[in-house]
């Protein structure tokens, strides 16, 4: 069966997200910061066209824009932002470029993302990708990575525990309650540590009352 690298980021966010994916499909809302997030990606897309690629430090070269890329022999597929040819015939030619719109700093989950992209591209290309950029969108920033070879056998672990998923209807532990509280999944998890309510109530009538008393 197939799977895509975005299943590989949503597994490393939560494992959960893939029983909701495969298993119980359940409605999925498209949030604004999703839109936005879309209409930046074709902003950047544009705009980095025109522009040379020092800012990555590497030398001129090929770039190629939303590049399929995948693996037969993770059974794996996914769509690239960016992929620079260099055309260097010594050591790495091909480097991966994911953009990110976050004001967050680069999450696991999105340098994994970029370890799956290099191995595709590693058995597309059959040459080595050992380094690849993350680029943030509100920063203008591109980050190097170094991507090792025990992050790509933690890739290769991650295909097999998603398909186990997949394949027994198992229903995961969430990686950290941490994470539920802006997860769109929210309301179909019935073990998250969410805040009472009630509490939460009571702290917004103070906050209420005290701006009122202030004027
Ligand atoms: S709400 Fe929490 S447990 Fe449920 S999918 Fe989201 S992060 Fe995972």
Known sequence: MSITISDIKQFIY????????YVEPVPRKVTFKMEYSRSQHYELN???????????????????????????????????????D??????????????????QKVQKNILYQLVAYALCIEEMTNTPVQKGYIYIIP???????????SQKQYIRKVTTMIRKIIHDEYYPDPRSNKRCWDCEFQR???????????????????IVQELFNKS
């Open 14 to 21: 939560c494992p959960r997200v893939i029983y909701y994916s």
């Open 46 to 84: 544009q705009r980095e066209k025109r522009r040379s690629l020092k800012r990555y430090n590497l030398l001129e070269g090929k770039r190629y824009y939303g590049v399929p890329v995948s693996s037969t022999i993770l059974n794996l597929n996914g769509k690239l932002d960016i992929l620079v």
């Open 86 to 103: 260099t055309e260097n015939m010594e050591g790495q030619r091909y480097f991966p470029i994911e953009c990110k719109d976050t004001d």
């Open 139 to 149: 920063e203008e920033k591109a980050y190097p990575v170094i991507i090792t070879e």
């Open 188 to 206: 179909y998890c019935n073990d998250c540590d969410l805040p009472n309510t009630i509490s939460l109530k009571e702290r917004n009538r103070t």
